[in-house]
């Protein structure tokens, strides 16, 4: 596994990281909610003329509910295209890695924006989980928050792009010795916000 693509489509602004061999660049972009349109292109800017793809690292959640489906499903038509492996890292774990890079060792919550002012929210201690993902308001974080959102918090904000690079920082030589196994599931806290159209419902009464 020489190249491998890490996608994290879990905000409305998305991220790519590439490691070469260890060797490592990336991109953020805004994408409000022009994922599948934007996405693809972005890839093909930051690979270049590089066509080696080895393996896909996608973040699978909790995020935006169309922004992950559309990073899982982007990495399994590459997958599919390259002959590569696809493996998942979830949003709340990879701000760990992103915290665990800047030096931070100590008890925090990892956050994520879950709609309706609410955030997903997972314990953190001495960098391993040290609790499920729960659904958590504002006002039961604060200064404990690491995550998009956190500052506005008292906490710290982790960015899209730190989140993809801790990723594949971290899972980057650990999928090169064959230690992780391939698969990606999309993970929500909650079913989507998808309803019946006037028109769809009329047509069936």
């Known amino acids: 596994m020489s190249t491998i693509l890490c996608i994290d489509t879990a905000s409305d602004r998305f991220a790519l990281a590439v490691d070469r061999d260890g060797f490592v660049t990336s991109l953020e972009a805004e994408a409000a909610q022009d994922h599948s349109k934007l996405l693809l292109p972005a890839i093909a800017s930051l690979l270049g003329d590089d066509a080696a793809l080895d393996a896909l690292l996608v973040v699978t959640g909790p995020g935006a509910y169309a922004g992950i489906r559309v990073g899982i499903a982007t990495a399994e038509g590459l997958a599919l295209a390259r002959g590569a492996g696809v493996y998942g890292i979830g949003t709340l774990e990879a701000v760990a890695l992103a915290r665990r890079e ?4 100590g008890t925090f919550m990892a956050v994520h924006p879950a709609g309706r002012g609410e955030f997903a929210a997972q314990l953190f201690e001495g960098g391993a989980a040290a609790g499920t ?3 958590t308001v504002p006002g039961d974080l604060g200064a404990s928050a690491r995550g998009e959102g956190a500052a506005r918090l008292g ?4 960015t899209p792009l730190q989140r993809a690079i801790a990723a594949l920082r971290d899972r980057g030589p650990r999928m090169r010795s064959g230690e992780l196994t391939a698969g990606a599931d999309a993970f929500y806290l909650r079913e989507p916000n998808i309803t019946v159209s006037r028109r769809q419902v009329r047509a069936a009464s």
């Open 155 to 158: 906490g710290i904000e982790v």
């Open 133 to 135: 993902v729960a659904i």
């Open 102 to 105: 800047e030096g931070e060792r």
